[in-house]
């Protein structure tokens, strides 16, 4: 790896990085945010919904997607968007209000 590269990764990985980096090259723990708070709105949603995930990484929705299923069930609905620079997003019914 170029010795000017910066390893980001998951805090529960890094420990199986740190022997395969070079000691010099830093290693920078990625923190996902504490979603329960979320996972129990989808989880009190009164009508069917569509659930949408968004982020700029395939491996991050897929990962939220498992954290969701529970929760969304047959009830609802999840569609995974992958965000590219300067490609407008539409998620349709997904804009309302969680809430409403």
């Not at 529960?12 to 708070?37: C, F, H, W």
């Not at 129990?40 to 897929?62: D, T, W």
Request: glycine content about 4%; overall charge positive; hydrophobic content about 45%.
């Amino acid at each position: 790896m170029a010795a000017s590269a910066v390893v980001v990764s998951h805090l529960s990985v890094m420990p199986k990085l740190v022997g395969l980096i070079e000691k010099r090259q830093a290693l920078v723990a990625l923190q996902y945010n504490d979603t329960r708070d979320y996972v129990k709105l989808v989880g009190q949603l009164s009508r069917p919904s569509l659930i949408a995930l968004v982020s700029v990484s395939q491996y991050v929705l897929e990962s939220v997607r498992l954290v969701f299923s529970p929760v969304v069930g047959d009830r609802h609905s999840i569609a995974e968007y992958v965000v590219t620079e300067g490609t407008p997003l539409s998620v349709g019914a997904a804009t309302q209000r969680m809430d409403r």
